[in-house]
């Protein structure tokens, strides 16, 4: 007997940038824009309900995730300006509520801020525990997970930049 977790199929149909899948009587689109939390995230679109629907790249008034495990930055951040040109009114994240086309660009204002004000904290020499006690990116103290995760989301960025210097 193969248990589900055991085989995972792989792909008959591949696409590189857009493809279009019958649903029932209408139709999804999927738009691969490149690297974001991992290499192979698609943005899963419903014309027809103006809806979008991305795991784990995208949150809605929330912090990502920890300390960005596989997070590619600041492709990141590109990913979301990607989808902030798409025509759309509720996005669906993969955890959280849904929200509004103004609240994705709000993520990627963090995304923004975070990313530069570790870059500039490490540009004037500050180590990792003195950055987490200074960036505060207040303007987002209202995001979910806050409190707990700013300090991990800015010691991810570190890990990223040591990685992949920019």
């Known amino acids: ?26 139709e999804v ?17 419903f014309p027809e309900e103006r809806a979008i629907f991305v795991v784990d790249s995208l949150n ?38 849904p929200g509004s086309p103004q609240e994705v660009t709000r993520y990627r204002e963090y995304l923004e801020a975070l990313h530069a004000a570790v870059h500039d904290a490490r540009a004037n020499g500050l ?5 987490q006690e200074t960036i505060t990116l207040k303007e987002f103290s209202d995001f979910d997970n806050y409190d707990a995760w700013l300090s991990e989301n800015i010691e991810g960025v570190y890990r990223i930049l040591d990685e992949r210097p920019q």
């Not at 248990?3 to 009587?25: C, H, I, M, Q």
């Not at 689109?29 to 679109?45: A, C, K, M, R």
């Not at 929330?62 to 996005?91: S, W």
């Not at 180590?127 to 950055?131: V, W």
């Open 1 to 26: 007997i193969i248990e589900a977790s055991d085989y995972t199929a792989p792909p008959n149909v591949t696409f590189k940038n857009k493809a279009r899948v019958a649903l029932g009587d209408g």
């Open 29 to 45: 689109v999927l738009h691969y824009f490149g690297p974001s939390h991992t290499d192979n995230v698609i943005v899963v679109e």
């Open 60 to 97: 809605i008034n929330r912090l990502p995730y920890r300390n960005l495990p596989r997070f590619y930055m600041p492709e990141l951040i590109d990913f979301i300006r990607e989808i902030e040109a798409m025509d759309f009114d509720i996005a669906i994240p993969g955890h959280g509520a």
């Open 127 to 131: 180590s990792l525990e003195e950055a």
